[in-house]
């Protein structure tokens, strides 16, 4: 703010509340700041998850609807992007019972970053020496990775295309899919990965 103090602008800026993340975000966003208005959206309720699940690809019989969007609210508990990924979940999902299952496993009731982490680990179950590196090249990306690419980017590894195939599948609905291509569902992932990667480099640098 002090920077366009002077000038004829305002900026927008749309994310998670400041407090996920008050590392990587800027200070003027976490400390009060009479140049700085933040406004708190409301919490989604049943009704928009519903929408949302209605309008999704999921094949979850519609008589099981009401008990997902009542299972989505209850471990969301309204935060927008939980129930985005929750949605994104049922549209692999065959049954109610394989939803709820799924999204316990990966732990979305405990919020966001342990929702990210659960991934992330489960995807990497087989090559954990990989996390920092891997982390780095998606957060630095702008365009969507693909397999080729990451199996040339890591060749000491000696990994194939269909290995790296399978990880960034596992990552989904953390990144999604089109034809050859993954990229990154939401801006929050970048910092969530550019949070794990920074991190990584200030524990290796204290430890040198």
Not at 7 to 30: D, H, M, N
Not at 55 to 60: L, V
Not at 133 to 155: C, D, E, H, M, Y
Request: charged letters at 25%; one cysteine or more.
């Amino acid at each position: 703010p002090d920077e366009v103090q002077t000038k004829q602008i305002r900026l927008l800026v749309a994310g998670q509340p400041p407090e996920y993340f008050t590392k990587e975000y800027p200070s003027w966003l976490t400390n009060i700041n009479e140049n700085v208005r933040r406004i708190n959206l409301p919490k989604l309720e049943q009704d928009d998850i519903k929408s949302l699940l209605e309008e999704s690809t999921t094949t979850i019989g519609g008589e099981h609807i009401e008990e997902a969007v009542r299972l989505i609210n209850k471990l969301s508990k309204g935060n927008t992007l939980s129930v985005v990924f929750a949605v994104a979940e049922a549209e692999i999902c065959d049954s109610l019972e394989d939803l709820e299952n799924r999204l316990n496993q990966r732990s979305l009731g405990d919020g966001l970053l342990n929702y990210y982490d659960s991934i992330w680990n489960h995807a990497l179950r087989d090559a954990s020496e990989l996390s920092c590196s891997l982390s780095g090249v998606i957060s630095l990306a702008r365009t969507p990775v693909t397999a080729n690419q990451l199996s040339k980017i890591f060749s000491t590894w000696e990994k194939s295309p269909p290995w790296w195939n399978q990880v960034l599948t596992d990552l989904g609905p953390l990144l999604t899919r089109q034809g050859d291509s993954y990229l990154l569902r939401h801006n929050d992932i970048r910092v969530f990965l550019a949070s794990k990667f920074n991190s990584f480099g200030e524990e290796d640098r204290q430890s040198v």
